[in-house]
């Protein structure tokens, strides 16, 4: 049987705005999108970013490369970059 | 009246013997590094600056040893591991302070007694109470939960140290100091895996939110003693965090960590 493809990034950004959302407490996810800044609109501080790669590696199970740098990743839609990345690369494997 | 740690933390002292005959042979050439020298103008005058600080932490070694027997309490096995990971640090100052001698940049006298009159252990307890998340929480696992964080911070540090500091020589030391914080590292997690083989579900399930509040609020020692701050040097240890290196920090405390979380969503769900 064929393994399932992974999830396309609208999906990606769709499942990691419940996530953060959870995460936040804030009411509903619908106001994260793929262009919501992590730090400016989310409040995302050093200890958000604990508990996002967190989530994100447990929810998606990937590993982000450790080369990565947090610091240029501004949007969600910058961290469902990198998460459909780490998945085209172990799908590919 | 004595405090009784309801558990000791490791069943046999195995494993403090391993870090110990370990420990003996990690600087073979110590000796060799009495008489170093160096170009001073090749370093970069911040690098010289985080190495003449955190030389002096290194020498801290006297007022964070009391700190750690207070909060192991008498478990008599995390006692003796204090005692060797003060000796082990006070190797890495003796090393630290040679390449300061190499740069012409030694430390002072006013360096030695200003850090001598800090007041380390009050300000550490403070911070402590302060962090906790439950009254109750049993110190010892306060206290390797912070070591496992102030150990890494170290590796990171003297890591980009080793990158920004323009002399080989110096590179290849300071890499070596990262390896043995590596250790250290490594050990507080060790003690704190074998310590909560004995805890209830409820003292486990406070590992993953007592990580999260020493990471939200990290001070590091340089942050609880007076003369760090007259000398302005109390953020040179963290300002080697740069974005690539604190998402190192991130990406390994969170691994590391996550694992217990497990613990809490239990916790919460009973």
């Known amino acids: 049987m064929p393994s399932p493809s992974p999830p396309q990034r609208a999906e990606i950004v769709r499942r990691l705005a419940i ?23 989310l409040g995302v501080d050093s200890l958000g970013l604990v508990d ?12 982000f490369s450790s080369s990565t740098d947090f610091s240029v990743i501004h949007t969600v839609g910058d961290v469902a970059g990198l998460i459909e990345e780490q998945l085209a690369r172990t799908s590919a494997v | 009246m004595a405090i009784q740690p309801p558990y000791p933390s490791f069943e046999t002292p195995d494993v403090i013997d391993d870090f110990f005959v370990a420990g003996r042979n990690l600087w073979p050439d110590l000796a060799s ?9 090749q370093v970069p005058a911040e690098i010289v600056r985080f190495l003449r600080s955190t030389t002096l932490n290194e020498h801290g ?31 890495h100052y003796i090393i630290l302070r040679r390449i300061c001698q190499g740069l012409d940049a030694d430390l002072t006298e006013k360096d030695f007694h200003g ?17 906790k998340v439950d009254p109750s929480i049993d110190m010892r696992m306060l206290q390797l939960i912070y070591g496992v964080l102030q150990e890494y911070g170290a590796v990171i ?5 080793a990158e920004q500091c323009g002399i080989p020589e110096i590179a290849a030391i300071l890499k070596r100091v990262a390896k043995d914080e590596m250790r250290h590292c490594r050990f507080n997690q060790v003690a704190l895996e074998a310590m909560l083989e004995h805890c209830s ?22 942050e609880h003693i007076g003369y760090f701050a007259e000398i302005g040097a109390t953020d040179l240890y963290t300002s080697l965090w740069d974005g690539e290196k604190k998402s190192k920090i991130v990406l390994y405390l969170s691994r590391y960590f996550s694992k217990y979380r497990q613990y809490m969503n239990n916790s919460a769900s009973a």
């Open chain 2, 115 to 131: 850090l001598e009159m800090g007041d380390y252990f009050q300000n550490m307890k403070a911070y402590l109470d302060r962090i």
């Open chain 2, 201 to 222: 579900e409820g003292e486990k399930a406070l590992v993953w939110p007592q990580f999260r509040a020493i990471w939200g609020d990290l001070e590091m020692p340089t």
């Open chain 2, 157 to 161: 540090a003297y890591t980009a140290a």
């Open chain 2, 33 to 41: 590094f009495k008489n170093l020298k160096f170009d001073r103008e």
């Open chain 1, 52 to 63: 996002l790669v967190t989530v994100a590696e447990e929810d998606f199970s990937v590993r």
């Open chain 2, 61 to 91: 070694v006297a007022h964070y040893l009391g700190s750690y027997f207070q909060n192991y309490q008498n478990d008599f096995k995390l006692r003796f591991w204090s005692a060797m990971w003060t000796a082990e640090e006070y190797t």
């Open chain 1, 19 to 41: 996530s953060l959302a959870e995460l936040l407490r804030l009411e509903s996810p619908d106001s994260i999108h793929a262009e919501s800044d992590l730090r400016k609109d």
